[in-house]
């Protein structure tokens, strides 16, 4: 069982650069999530989708772009990569958006921009 | 709004010492509580959740939580730990029945576990 694959793993940018960030997964789930992870602030919520065709914002959209292409797959997209973009990025899934469902994560995807 | 506390970045402790994680959340709805465990290089997953009914939760390897309304707390406990539970706990919380229904992380405690 894949779960959730994320590519790539790593990736260095130079400020200004652009790069789509991949997302799939094959538990069937209606839910799919970007999240970005920084030293001391946890994981914060980029965008996510609650069902296949529907994308919201969530804590911190700003210099990113998402689509949902299918019900497996949740890409993420920065058009001009900043340094304040370095991060590790977590996709994920759940069953459902509402209610108690756990989310399956991938295994990250470490960005450094210069 | 809601939010989470894990006041704690780093906790370190023997092996085989009791441990506790600390966790407090600010919601106005009902809520679930989750604990996850990020071990080195990997990604998220589930260690216990709270929905409702009994407030003391457990996981398969010996973490066990507990739900206080009151203290509005949902701490992370395990008697005696191992090397092997060395990895950063992130405390989580989901309100209903509200406006907002996202699932908010805590900044995460590190455990670091020594010989």
């Known amino acids: 069982n894949a779960g959730v694959t994320q590519t790539p793993k790593f990736q260095v940018l130079k400020t200004g650069q652009s790069m789509t960030l991949q997302c799939a997964q094959d538990?069937?789930?209606?839910?799919m999530y970007w999240y970005r992870q920084d030293p001391g602030m946890g994981l914060r919520l980029i965008y996510y989708?609650?069902?296949?065709?529907?994308?919201d914002k969530g804590e911190v959209p700003n210099g990113y772009n998402v689509s949902r292409l299918n019900k497996r797959e949740f890409s993420l997209r920065l058009e001009s990569a900043a340094p304040s973009q370095t991060s590790v990025y977590f996709c994920a899934s759940s069953e459902q958006g509402q209610g108690p469902g756990e989310l399956f994560f991938g295994e990250g995807s470490r960005l450094t921009v210069l | 709004a809601q939010s989470v506390t894990q006041l704690d970045s780093q906790v370190p402790v023997f092996e085989e010492a009791p441990v506790e994680l600390r966790c407090n959340y600010s919601?106005?709805?009902?809520?679930?509580l989750f604990w996850y465990v990020q071990y080195p290089n990997q990604g998220l997953q589930l260690l216990l959740k709270?929905?409702?009914?009994?407030?003391l939760v457990k996981s398969i390897n010996g973490f066990e939580a507990e739900f206080n309304k009151s203290q509005t707390s949902f701490h992370l406990r395990k008697p005696s730990v191992h090397i092997s539970d060395t990895a950063e706990y992130f405390c989580a919380v989901r309100s209903y029945g509200g406006a907002t229904n996202k699932l908010i992380f805590g900044t995460g405690t590190l455990l670091a576990v020594q010989p």
């Open positions: 989708s609650a069902s296949e065709g529907t994308t």
């Open positions: 709270y929905l409702s009914g009994s407030t």
């Open positions: 538990m069937n789930h209606n839910s």
């Open positions: 919601s106005s709805v009902s809520v679930y």
